[in-house]
């Protein structure tokens, strides 16, 4: 498929799920229909790197993601299983692994270890019954659009479900967290889960990851777009590096709060507190200081462009993040730097910068509705003589969040 074909847009949702339960039966086997969910990705159009650091993120779930096929058992067992490859797990609710394997299974594990600690609050473990659910999806996985976080909080919302817990939407999201950082072992912050568990169409999420604060912000889906370029490099290196950012994320907080001792993270930390002080920090911890004290100023000025109903702004804000994030922060690679280059010299386009962690992955792209046909050709014609392949181009739409869907 070309980047071009990719710009109409993925199959609809509810033949997309069809499929999904097929396989589901093909699987397990069976007679009884498994019900059905679906878990949504995100972008994050500001705040790169600052939900770790506490600063502002504008994220937005998109309709595409995880796809999940659920079906309780009659004893305790727990069978996982995936459309994306032929790694199964089996195992008994009475023994869940504690211990990761270094596989996809371990984000749904880490979920259901969490969500055994909900119900051993609410009446006991010992009447819940064993499930066999297999994933699937329609969303890239290690392209920086939070596959992790939307497994991990489609599978807390299957297992409220099946168990009949009935947790608060936050409570889901906290589940989720815990499992990517304590069982996974991501540092991860906390927007991920938050931007797929509180989605609303249409909508950009602003997240104060200092205080946990949000608020909605509409972006008008008739006039403005928000497209994918994926360079089709993938992360298999990320989740170190992304440990390492945050480990000199907090060092440098850990040095310059001595010298603004009301800083509670490194959100808080003056400019000039760090001007100040530069030479007390390793180079590459200062730079990594720098992009974060920047960038929570230009995610305020993005919210700022909003709410004076000028996307424009938020588009040059956004371009603005992705130098800042390829020359200070050092998690861009050229097949990024090419996409962005060649987007923000395209007409309708207001701004662009990677999404995600960095390291590979996807640009995002905020454009004018009806220039996506011609800013996928140009994205094209620039990326192949270079690369050797095509960018894939998707326009996504906003999408509600987690759900279960009847067909």
Not at 97 to 125: F, H, I, N
Not at 178 to 203: H, K, S, T, W, Y
Not at 373 to 394: D, I, N, Q, S, T
Request: charged share 25%; proline share 5%; net charge negative.
């Amino acid at each position: 498929m070309t980047g071009t074909d990719d710009v109409v847009g993925a199959k609809p949702l509810e033949r997309e799920l069809a499929l999904h339960r097929a396989a589901f039966l093909a699987r397990f086997g069976g007679a009884e229909a498994p019900s059905l969910f679906f878990s949504p990705g995100r972008v994050n159009l500001m705040g790169a790197h600052l939900d770790y650091n506490g600063g502002p993120v504008m994220p937005t779930a998109i309709d595409r993601g995880t796809f999940l096929a659920a079906r309780p058992r009659a004893d305790r067992s727990v069978r996982l299983a995936s459309t994306l490859d032929g790694h199964a797990l089996e195992f008994d609710l009475d023994r869940v692994p504690d211990t990761k394997r270094g596989a996809w299974s371990d984000y749904p594990v880490g979920v259901l270890r969490q969500m055994l600690e909900l119900a051993e609050l609410r009446g006991g473990t010992a009447r819940l019954p064993g499930l066999e659910l297999l994933f699937g999806g329609n969303l890239p996985v290690g392209a920086g659009l939070s596959s992790s976080a939307s497994i991990c909080v489609g599978t807390a919302f299957v297992l409220d479900r099946l168990w009949e817990l009935s947790s608060e939407r936050m409570e889901l999201v906290q589940a989720a967290l815990r499992a990517e950082r304590g069982f996974v072992g991501v540092q991860c912050g906390i927007m991920d889960p938050f931007a797929v568990g509180l989605a609303r169409p249409g909508e950009l999420l602003w997240l104060d990851c200092r205080d946990t604060t949000w608020s909605w912000m509409p972006l008008d889906a008739r006039v403005y777009s928000i497209a994918i370029a994926d360079t089709l490099v993938r992360r298999e290196l990320a989740q170190g590096a992304f440990n390492q950012r945050v480990a000199q994320c907090r060092a440098a907080f850990e040095a310059l709060r001595r010298h603004q001792p009301d800083a509670r993270c490194l959100r808080d930390v003056h400019m000039e507190v760090l001007d100040a002080h530069r030479d007390e920090l390793e180079p590459v911890v200062a730079r990594r200081a720098e992009h974060v004290i920047h960038e929570v100023a230009r995610t305020f000025a993005a919210r700022d462009a909003l709410q004076r109903h000028d996307p424009q702004g938020l588009g040059v804000q956004m371009t603005r993040a992705h130098a800042s994030l390829r020359d200070l922060f050092d998690v861009s690679v050229p097949e990024l730097d090419l996409l962005v280059e060649t987007a923000v010299d395209a007409p309708g386009v207001l701004g662009s910068r990677l999404t995600g962690a960095g390291f590979g992955g996807c640009t995002v792209i905020l454009l004018r509705r009806g220039a996506e046909v011609e800013l996928a050709e140009r994205l094209e014609r620039a990326f192949e003589p270079r690369f050797g392949k095509k960018p894939r181009v998707a326009v996504f739409a906003g999408d509600p969040g987690p759900r279960e869907i009847a067909l």
